[in-house]
T-cell receptor, first 115, second 113 residues
Framework: GAVVSQHPSRVICKSGTSVKIECRSL??????MFWYRQFPKQSLMLMATSNEGSKATYEQGVEKDKFLINHASLTLSTLTVTSAHPEDSSFYIC???????????FGSGTQLSVL | SQQGEEDPQALSIQEGENATMNCSYK?????LQWYRQNSGRGLVHLILIRSNEREKHSGRLRVTLDTSKKSSSLLITASRAADTASYFC?????????????FGAGTRLAVHP
């Protein structure tokens, strides 16, 4: 099956700093990548949809200046949490779809802790 | 906003028993998918059922879909301790020319040896 690599798996940072999370499709080209956020024991909340070569589409209530998404190539999308605050602490998961655009392949997630 | 809701929120059973999880959704769909998530990890795709299908099997998994009731169920037969995980249903929403998946609240399954 298709493999999606997400890095880092865990990051601890100070309040006010920025954190970049990478999501790579290793053996397929991902036209579309999705970024989700998940709080403990809760479901995944879609934050934004990232299309290669174009601006990301953000879900309602998600600050685009806070969560910068770049999808520079067909195998790489990045999420940058800018000026992180403790309330940004969460589990962030990326996923990618193949050209058939049906089932998703997920990265292993990034646990962000902002002190 | 979340489209799917699942019940039960948590399920605790013994090995060998069957586990049934239900999912309801609100809008029309092209397909419904079930995913599994081990604690602190990403999700793994289990099975996809299309809107014109009523039942689908994959190994010990059986999924049903009732589009008139906008509901689906996932049955895991002869459960094992390794099945302990959270299970999510996801429905597709076509928007802006591409599909996006909206996940339900999930069911936390604990299978005890």
């Amino acid at each position: 099956g298709a493999v999606v690599s997400q890095h880092p798996s865990r990051v601890i940072c100070k309040s006010g700093t920025s954190v970049k999370i990478e999501c790579r499709s290793l053996d397929f080209q991902a036209t579309t990548m999705f970024w989700y956020r998940q709080f403990p024991k809760q479901s995944l909340m879609l934050m934004a949809t990232s299309n290669e070569g174009s601006k990301a589409t953000y879900e309602q209530g998600v600050e685009k200046d806070k969560f910068l998404i770049n999808h520079a190539s067909l195998t790489l999308s990045t999420l940058t949490v800018t000026s992180a605050h403790p309330e940004d602490s969460s589990f962030y998961i990326c996923s990618a779809s193949t050209t058939t655009n049906e089932k998703l392949f997920f990265g292993s997630g990034t646990q962000l802790s902002v002190l | 906003s979340q489209q799917g809701e699942e019940d039960p929120q948590a399920l605790s059973i013994q090995e060998g028993e069957n586990a049934t999880m239900n999912c309801s959704y609100k809008t029309s769909i092209n397909n419904l998918q079930w995913y599994r998530q081990n604690s602190g990890r990403g999700l793994v795709h289990l099975i996809l059922i299309r809107s014109n299908e009523r039942e689908k099997h994959s190994g010990r998994l059986r999924v049903t879909l009732d589009t008139s009731k906008k509901s689906s169920s996932l049955l895991i037969t002869a459960s094992r301790a390794a099945d302990t995980a959270s299970y999510f249903c996801a429905t597709d929403a076509i928007t802006g020319g591409y599909n996006k998946l909206i996940f339900g609240a999930g069911t936390r399954l604990a299978v005890h040896p």
